[in-house]
């Protein structure tokens, strides 16, 4: 049975203590209890309700020299077969305090699962944090929707909340976050103004926004920890766009921090740092003084190493098969030394760099090596560049090895590079272009020539570890010339932890970008089998990926089907799916699957050899939309100022495109219809349909603005200018008529219509 959480929400029920031991009373969780002494939670499954306000929680621990030990015990909120959007509320609240340890919890079905504020030397230690909030998004395989875009830039106000979290700590000073399990939700640990805390051995995985989020937070180290599939916006084939998704975010002035020994593979970026707001206005300070030491950031859509505006060290990393292998721009004084880049399309890209030193690596077919430039444009509207000196200058690219490029070195009005000892095997070794005085390039050679000398002074930088690294500078060459790689001497590269997880992925274990697959909860797991598009997901016939751990299927049932390509085989497999045609599209294809044990999204668990069914299947109304574009005029007949101008417009006057489409259904930057125009248009469109019986909805997706007509009556109305928001409005079952008013104004256009079957309540 349910409890409710009406009127707990200032209730503070003292624990009820049931001695099991001396000194280890056992407790059955109540909604709104405080728990101000160390105990062990009963056995069972509690599921509770939360308050949705994040000021209250569920449960409260309040106090020091406190020890909570779930000892396996389970705290449910939404049901577990429940959308994940709808949980809510906080589960444990850990309120200031001392040497608080929470432990052996698994905790699911909530907004925050733990939130922890003021405390100084917390534990929170082997608990299963999985299966807690998340969004559900709007991409398609396709294309993406501008909906899923995330943004992380401003939390002062514990903004990062509106997004939930696993673990979100705020104010915390000292202790650890070790062995514990955070998969299939959005956010993962969450840090703000937050400092000399470990976080090890967690395996973070799987979750559909960040998986270890820093804001204002110092001096912490982040290790040994598996951090992959954090990621959405990525559809293979079709676009890869990571929609600020990430491994690892560091944001606002986070500094001295150092990540090392992670697996942070396939996750929208996989390292993403950002000096900060403050920065950017005043030009002053950054996210500067991180380490980054032997980690895994490869496969992800976007960037393997984002580092912005700030000073940092980045050794002996793995960075393969991403869009950039590290976008740094505007680094200054930062080490890039003794790691791998494989397969990028750019391996290091630094727009408005200065006094960079990228000594060491190895490049190894990406399409271009390093690329350094300076914009001649810079944002109005940033002050960073207005109190900077933001020229590109003053590089040394030294002992590097490049094979299988096609470009090793671009750069464009960029000054004062060195470029030393490098051995480059690429079609062309450098392309520069405008102001690049103090280009000096010495002493290159070529593969297969004789080895690189002496190792080339840096090769095996990764292994000085705690030396000095200005002593070991040659001595031929200036100090001024070694300042940036002579910072590195601060920081002392860290040896393994004792006890530490090898994170990385086992040799064994696919990767790559093809392994990404992300539905509308987020990224697939690979632990359960599932059916999924090979191509477009409005392909007629439709053929279908059947994914899964190995084992075979076979069709069970099927429905509004007209053929099936074949009716059984192994997994990994394919079919090719022809539904009936009609008035409307309903069809579904139920498979069974049957060979290695199984887990699914929602944590229901199958043993090796038990029958899993799963399916793929469209249920959804034809349309047939008349569509007509006009173009709009500031002031003459513009939708915001001249509404009686633009709807004559709209209505009777001269059409760029008139058509007939099966779908309303436009996403781009540029135009993909020939006839519309990049900026001020407008369209009506109508259609007639036929819905069938249950419950539906009528859903848009807009950017400017949208009005929508059911058999004449407004149904959305989001005519004023926005970014792409969701909107939708009831539609009953039998024949309609549809209309749909919309206008874009500049940047994105988006425009999609659905009827959707609604949620079950």
Known sequence: MRIGALGIVNLAVQVALAPAAPGQPVVRLEPGM?????????????????????????????????TVDFAGATLLGADAESDPDRAAGVAIRIDSGRRVTLRNARIHGFKVAVLARGVRDLRILDNDLSRNWKPRLYSLVEHESLVDWLSYHHNEKDEWLRHGAALYLSGVRGGEVRGNTIEQGMNGVMMTRTDSLLVWNNAIRFNSGIGIGL?????????????????????????????????????EQSCRNVFAYNSVTHGGDGFFLWAGQHTMDTGEGGANDNVLYMNDFSHAPTNGIEVTFSRNVIVGNRV??????????????????????????????????????????????????????????EPGDWGYPKRRDTRSRDYRVQGNTATGLRTWLRVSDTQRLLEVGNMAGADTLVVAAGDTSGFRSL?????????????????????????????????????????????????????????????????????????????????????SPKLWPEARSDARPLPLRVLGPVGEWRVVSQRGIASLSVTAGAVPGRVVVT?????????????????????????????????????????????????????????????????????????????????????????????????????????????????????????????????????????????????????????????HTLRVEYYQVDGWTELRLDIVRAPSP
């Open 34 to 66: 405080v728990i101000s002494r160390s105990v062990r939670i009963a056995p069972g499954t509690y599921r509770l309700d939360a308050p949705r306000d994040s000021t209250a929680a569920l449960v409260t621990i309040r106090g020091s020299n406190i």
């Open 215 to 251: 804001y204002r937070s110092s001096d912490n180290r982040v290790m040994h920890n598996r951090v992959d599939y954090a990621v959405r916006g990525y559809s293979h084939g079709f676009y890869r766009r990571g929609q600020d998704s990430a491994g690892i975010l560091v944001y």
């Open 443 to 527: 002493a290159r050679q070529s593969p297969p020539l004789k080895a690189m000398r002496r190792a080339l002074e840096w090769r095996a930088l990764a292994k000085l570890a705690p030396r000095n690294l200005a002593a070991n500078r040659p001595a031929a060459t200036s100090p001024r010339e070694w300042a940036a790689l002579a910072r590195a001497a601060s920081h002392r590269l860290p040896a393994e932890l004792p006890g530490g997880l090898d994170a990385f992925l086992p040799d064994s274990t696919p990767r790559g970008r093809s392994t990404i697959i992300v539905d509308e909860w987020g990224p697939y797991d690979w632990r």
């Open 320 to 377: 393969e098969e991403n869009d950039h292998g590290i976008w740094g721009g505007y680094s200054y004084e930062t080490v890039i030394a003794g790691n791998t880049f494989a397969r990028n399309r750019i391996g290091i890209a630094i727009e408005h760099g200065q006094d960079n030193a990228i000594i060491s690596n190895r490049f190894d077919r990406d399409s271009t090596g390093i690329r350094l430039w300076r914009s001649t444009i």
């Open 579 to 735: 539904p009936d045609t009609g008035a409307f599209e309903d069809w579904e294809l139920v498979l069974e699957y049957r060979g290695a044990a199984t887990r699914s999204p929602r944590g229901t668990r199958a043993a090796a050899g038990t029958p899993v069914t799963f399916r793929h299947g469209v249920t959804a109304p034809r349309t047939s939309w008349q569509q007509r574009i006009v173009a709009w005029a500031d002031g003459a007949s513009d939708p915001r100022t001249t509404p009686d101008a633009f709807d004559r417009a709209l209505r009777s006057g001269p059409a760029l495109l008139e058509r007939t489409a099966p779908a309303l259904d436009f996403m781009w930057y540029r135009p993909q219809v020939s006839g519309i125009p990049l900026t001020r248009w407008a369209m009506r469109a109508e259609s007639r349909v036929e819905v069938p019986a249950g419950t539906w909805r009528l859903r848009t997706i807009s950017d400017d603005g949208i009005r929508a007509w059911i058999d004449g009556r407004l149904a959305i109305d989001a005519w004023k200018p926005h970014e792409s928001q969701v909107d939708s409005a009831p539609i009953s079952a039998g024949h």
